[in-house]
């Protein structure tokens, strides 16, 4: 995930983090160097496919509030 992400240089990041994925999601972060205002990080529980679905959802409201169009690219979605 790190190398995709240094080498599209996407404008925003959103991500579906667990609780055991959240510390490598923090560390991500911080290692590809994103500015507060171009990630979005979601906790879930990897077992709740309703929560996620609507974390989901929360975090393509975020990226078309911030200007991007539907017609996205690249998709990653890592829960667990």
Known sequence: ??????????????????????????ELIHTVGFGDDKWIKKMVDPQNIIEIRLETSLIIDWMLAKGLTPQISCWTLRVG
Not at 5 to 19: D, I, K, M, T
């Open 1 to 26: 995930m790190r190398f995709s992400l240094e080498n599209q240089a996407p404008f925003y990041v959103g991500f579906l983090c667990s609780r055991i994925s959240e510390p490598y999601t923090e």
